[in-house]
C-alpha cells in the first residue's frame, strides 16, 4: 500500500513536468479535484504544492488515481 506522503510526492514530482502532458481542462480537473476553483495555468500549479499538503486523504487519492491513469507512463 502507498503512503500518502508517496502520493504526494508523485503528485508533486508528476506537476512540475504538466504543460507537458496537461491539457489546460486536465490541469483544471486536477485543480478541482483539490478542491480549488479555476484558475490560469501558472497560477494552479504554483499553489498545487501548497494545497497537496493539506489534502484529505480521499481527495489525495483521487488526485494520485486520476494522475497515475492520464499522466506520462515511466
Known amino acids: 500500500m502507498i503512503s500518502d506522503n508517496e502520493k504526494k510526492e508523485?503528485?508533486?514530482?508528476?506537476l512540475k513536468g504538466y504543460q507537458k502532458w496537461?491539457?489546460?481542462?486536465?490541469?483544471?480537473?486536477?485543480?478541482?479535484l483539490l478542491g480549488s476553483d479555476p484558475k490560469e495555468d501558472s497560477e494552479i500549479v504554483s499553489s498545487i504544492k501548497e494545497i497537496v499538503e493539506t489534502l484529505p486523504a480521499e481527495r489525495l487519492d483521487k488526485v494520485y488515481n486520476y494522475i497515475k491513469e492520464k499522466g506520462p507512463k515511466e
Open 22 to 32: 496537461l491539457s489546460h481542462e486536465e490541469l483544471s480537473f486536477i485543480y478541482g
Open 10 to 14: 508523485f503528485i508533486l514530482s508528476h
